[in-house]
Antibody, heavy 117, light 108 residues
Framework: QVQLVQSGAEVKKPGASVKVSCKTS????????THWVRQAPGQGLEWMGWINPDSGATNYAQNFQGRVTMTRETSISTAYMELRILKSDDTAVYYC??????????WGQGTLVTVSS | SYVLIQSPSVSVAPGKTARIPCGGNNIGDKSVHWYQQKAGQAPMVVIYYDEDRPSGIPERFSGSNSGNTATLTISRVEDGDEADYYCQVWDSSSDHWVFGGGTKLTVL
């Protein structure tokens, strides 16, 4: 079955970087785009961008341009999202999700990133 | 950038019909996807491409999209439908995806 398993919770200081991983299984990793979505505490969903695991091409939301990098390692079917220059309002649950020509049909369990001094 | 507007909350009695609107400029020209998110869980798609249901989603869930409003309709609402609901579209002008702010459905 399709699974997306994310790395564990992180606590970072302001100004630091965080890299979240999303290990996939149960499908051909390079056949489906991986999206990243975040959700601040008590807030709504915010789309961050996607990566084409086949080509490595990326598309980032305007709010994150210059601060986010999405990469992948096809040999281990894993996508990564790195966010730099963290601020307190980057505290959120970060999700990876697979786009499968219908919608974001499969989601990871989420990774809580806490930014605090 | 494209903006989707959702009412913060909708309340409905069990067995009644809930309608959750999602407003956007000429949203009828776009394809709308709807996600349900229960407390502490990842979102789950309940409607894609305006009106299609993934397997496993009850027929009680339906969608429509026209003009400046897309609507998720939940018939014969059950306690288990209590959740946050988000609409999502792809904005071709920016090649970016956009979520609405979400609507909290409360079952009275």
């Amino acid at each position: 079955q399709v699974q997306l398993v994310q790395s564990g919770a992180e606590v970072k200081k302001p100004g630091a970087s965080v890299k979240v991983s999303c290990k996939t299984s149960g499908y051909s990793f390079t056949d489906y785009y991986t999206h990243w979505v975040r959700q601040a505490p008590g807030q709504g969903l915010e789309w961050m961008g996607w990566i084409n695991p086949d080509s490595g091409a990326t598309n980032y939301a305007q709010n994150f341009q210059g601060r986010v990098t999405m990469t992948r390692e096809t040999s281990i079917s894993t996508a990564y999202m790195e966010l730099r220059i963290l601020k307190s309002d980057d505290t959120a649950v970060y999700y990876c999700a697979r786009w499968d020509d219908t919608a974001l049909a499969y989601w990871g369990q989420g990774t809580l990133v806490t930014v605090s001094s | 950038s494209y903006v989707l507007i959702q009412s913060p909350s909708v309340s409905v009695a069990p067995g009644k019909t809930a309608r959750i609107p999602c407003g956007g400029n000429n949203i009828g020209d776009k394809s709308v996807h709807w996600y349900q998110q229960k407390a502490g869980q990842a979102p789950m798609v309940v409607i894609y491409y305006d009106e299609d249901r993934p397997s496993g989603i009850p027929e009680r869930f339906s969608g429509s999209n026209s003009g400046n409003t897309a609507t998720l309709t939940i018939s014969r609402v059950e306690d288990g439908d209590e959740a946050d609901y988000y609409c999502q579209v792809w904005d071709s002008s920016s090649d970016h995806w956009v979520f609405g702010g979400g609507t909290k459905l409360t079952v009275l």
